[in-house]
Nanobody
């Protein structure tokens, strides 16, 4: 059983904010670059933000300046602060190691749904 539990999603209006959390096992989280991904029906999962073990971050162009990824190594928890949300941010959001981007579904958690709609 994969120990990745995403939470914090919900229904918000455009321009509002959400903070996602991902509780991971130490085996997955420790000493690993981690990322937030999102997926919409019929599309491949895409990386939206990544963070290395030294705290270095990367973002997809579509979220740069609006989303902030962070990690708490003591709690094996990954966060994604999402501000100025847009309808096109609507998706199921997942977390995982960046090295697992193409791994099959059994290596992923359930994700958390984010819906941005007026």
């Amino acid at each position: 059983q994969v120990q990745l539990v995403e939470s914090g999603g919900g229904l918000v209006q455009p321009g509002e904010s959400l903070r996602l959390s991902c509780a991971a096992s130490g085996r997955i989280f420790r000493n690993a670059a981690m990322g937030w991904y999102r997926q919409t029906p019929g599309k491949q999962r895409e990386v939206v933000a990544g963070i290395g073990t030294a705290g270095n971050t990367t973002y997809a162009d579509s979220v740069k300046g609006r989303f902030t990824i962070s990690r708490d190594d003591a709690k094996y928890t990954l966060y994604l602060q999402m501000n100025s949300l847009k309808p096109e941010d609507t998706a199921v959001y997942f977390c995982n190691r960046l090295s697992r981007a193409t791994w099959p579904q059994e290596y992923w958690g359930q994700g958390t749904q984010v819906t941005v709609s007026s």
